[in-house]
C-alpha cells in the first residue's frame, strides 16, 4: 500500500487512495471512493462511494463525506463538520435519484460543527466559521459565520482577515504574503505581479 490505514479502518475494494494517505481510527472508505495524496481522514471518518476529495485535505475527526460531495485540492475540514446529500430527507421516502452535488473549491476551509446543506458551493480559500449553517453558495475568499451562515468580510489565501468592505470597489496587502488582493463588485481576486 502506497497509503496508510490504521487496523481498525475498513478500505472496501476498489476505493482508489493517493499516495501517502492517511486514513485512522475506525475510518471507514467506501468501494469507488476517490482520496488523492497527501489527505488525512481523522478519527470515525466516512467516505461515500461517490464522494471525490482532491489532493493534500484534511479532514478531522467525526466528518462523513457523503455520495456527492466534491472536496478539491487543499481543503480543511474541521472536527465534526456535516455534510448532507439530500434536500428534503424522509426515512419511509428512497431519494437516492435525488441526490445533490455539493462542491467545496480549493483551498477553503470548514470551521468544527458547521453544517453544510447539500447542493452548495463554497469559493476556493473560503473560510466558513465554527458551527456556521450554510444554506447558499458563497464566493471565494469570503469569510461566512453564523446560523444562517452570511458573509462578513474578506480572508487572504494565507488565513487573514482583509480590511475591505464586502461590495464596491478596493484593495488589501495580506501582512504574511504581501498578496494584493483587488475587489471589484462582489468579486475578490489576487493580483498577478506584474499586473
Known amino acids: 500500500m502506497s497509503y496508510f490505514a490504521h487496523e481498525t479502518a475498513c478500505i472496501d475494494t476498489g476505493a482508489v487512495i493517493g499516495e501517502d494517505t492517511?486514513?485512522?481510527?475506525?475510518?471507514?472508505?467506501?468501494s469507488e471512493a476517490?482520496?488523492?495524496?497527501?489527505?488525512?481522514?481523522?478519527?470515525?471518518?466516512y467516505v461515500g462511494s461517490k464522494a471525490v476529495i482532491g489532493n493534500n485535505v484534511k479532514i478531522q475527526n467525526?466528518?462523513?463525506?457523503?455520495?456527492g460531495v466534491v472536496l478539491e485540492n487543499d481543503v480543511f475540514c474541521g472536527p465534526s463538520v456535516v455534510f448532507t446529500n439530500v434536500y428534503n430527507p424522509r426515512a419511509f421516502i428512497e431519494r437516492k435519484t435525488e441526490y445533490k452535488n455539493t462542491v467545496i473549491q480549493q483551498g477553503a476551509s470548514l470551521g468544527a460543527n458547521c453544517t453544510i446543506r447539500c447542493g452548495v458551493?463554497?469559493?476556493?480559500?473560503a473560510f466558513i466559521g465554527a458551527g456556521a449553517v450554510i444554506l447558499?453558495?458563497?464566493p471565494d475568499y469570503s469569510l461566512v459565520v453564523g446560523n444562517p451562515g452570511k458573509q462578513i468580510g474578506w480572508i487572504s489565501?494565507?488565513?487573514?482577515?482583509?480590511?475591505?468592505?464586502l461590495?464596491?470597489?478596493?484593495d488589501a496587502v495580506?501582512?504574511?504574503?504581501?498578496?494584493?488582493?483587488?475587489?471589484?463588485?462582489?468579486?475578490?481576486?489576487?493580483?498577478?505581479?506584474g499586473d
Not at 62 to 67: L, R
Not at 121 to 125: E, F, L, N, R
Not at 157 to 165: C, F, I
Request: with cysteine; proline share 3%.
Open 22 to 30: 492517511s486514513i485512522w481510527h475506525f475510518s471507514h472508505v467506501c
Open 34 to 45: 476517490k482520496i488523492g495524496q497527501n489527505c488525512t481522514l481523522g478519527q470515525n471518518s
Open 62 to 67: 467525526n466528518v462523513s463525506i457523503y455520495n
Open 121 to 125: 458551493q463554497i469559493g476556493s480559500y
Open 136 to 138: 447558499d453558495d458563497f
Open 157 to 165: 489565501k494565507y488565513g487573514e482577515r482583509l480590511a475591505l468592505p
Open 167 to 170: 461590495e464596491g470597489q478596493g
Open 174 to 193: 495580506c501582512p504574511h504574503t504581501g498578496e494584493t488582493y483587488v475587489l471589484e463588485g462582489h468579486t475578490l481576486n489576487v493580483k498577478q505581479k
